[in-house]
């Protein structure tokens, strides 16, 4: 798998703004120059592995969020996260989030297949 740093470099780009934070914030954050993170946004420049991992530390994301725009799925830390979540429900509030879960599938379903 060849990595297209420029995809990279926007996808880091669209995070940083996500979380409010401008170029030099998160460069600042990242322990880079700003320069440095302007080249990593535009692809202009590789950047190390050191760097990459502190740039999803700092956005708090997963480094396959960055990689690709469909990251792998690790069904078990979601099952987990999942489960942390329904711990502090009620079990009206359950039945609540299944129903509104099944409607979400059923229109996802439906809209999927239109595409």
Excluded at 42 to 51: F, N, R
């Amino acid at each position: 798998m060849e990595l297209n740093y420029y995809e990279i470099g926007q996808r880091i780009r669209r995070y940083r703004k996500a979380c409010g934070l401008s170029q030099e914030q998160l460069a600042e954050q990242a322990s880079i120059s700003p320069t440095h993170m302007s080249h990593i946004e535009t692809g202009s420049t590789k950047l190390s592995l050191p760097v990459f991992i502190k740039i999803a530390d700092v956005l708090s994301i997963q480094t396959d969020s960055l990689l690709s725009d469909t990251p792998r799925i690790n069904r078990t830390n979601l099952g987990n996260e999942i489960t942390n979540l329904l711990d502090s429900c009620s079990a009206k509030d359950m039945y609540i989030l299944l129903d509104t879960i099944k409607a979400l599938k059923t229109s996802l379903e439906k809209y999927t297949r239109q595409a």
